[in-house]
């Protein structure tokens, strides 16, 4: 359970810094770390349990598109967490569309990466 919280914290560090860097997502909340907590939340749960399997079932597609495949089902999960966050909390992070999604997850992937490796997770 506590590295499912430490993730979860690495994950909201990661998406504040996206927030922050890129025009094309934005907080709802108040305070806005409130709604980028709830969407990493989320975020967090479907890596832990759905993602691998999903990932693993869209491989021999992955391969054959070059890995376009693996930028939609990114996509989709963070779209599915916006989704989520917002429905059921009333807060979250809204993404501007497929693009802003694919640069989101790449910030969020270095920044979980960094933050992982000064934590020593």
């Known amino acids: 359970m506590s590295s499912f919280l430490i993730r979860w ?3 909201t560090i990661a998406a504040a810094v996206m ?5 094309g997502m934005h907080a709802v909340g108040d ?3 409130l709604g ?3 969407f990493s939340l989320f975020m967090a749960l479907f890596n832990a349990s759905i993602k691998p399997v999903v990932q693993a079932l869209a491989l021999p597609f992955s391969i054959l598109s070059f ?3 693996a930028l939609i089902i990114n996509w989709l999960f963070m779209e599915l967490a916006s989704w989520l966050a917002l429905n059921l ?5 809204t993404i501007g569309g497929f693009w802003w999604a694919v640069l989101g997850s790449l910030i969020m992937s270095i920044v979980s990466g960094i ?3 000064v934590i020593g997770q």
């Open 36 to 38: 980028i907590a709830a």
């Open 115 to 117: 933050v992982s490796a």
């Open 31 to 33: 305070p806005p770390i």
């Open 67 to 69: 890995g376009l495949i």
């Open 9 to 11: 914290f690495i994950l």
């Open 89 to 93: 909390f009333n807060v979250g992070v």
């Open 19 to 23: 927030v922050l860097l890129l025009p």
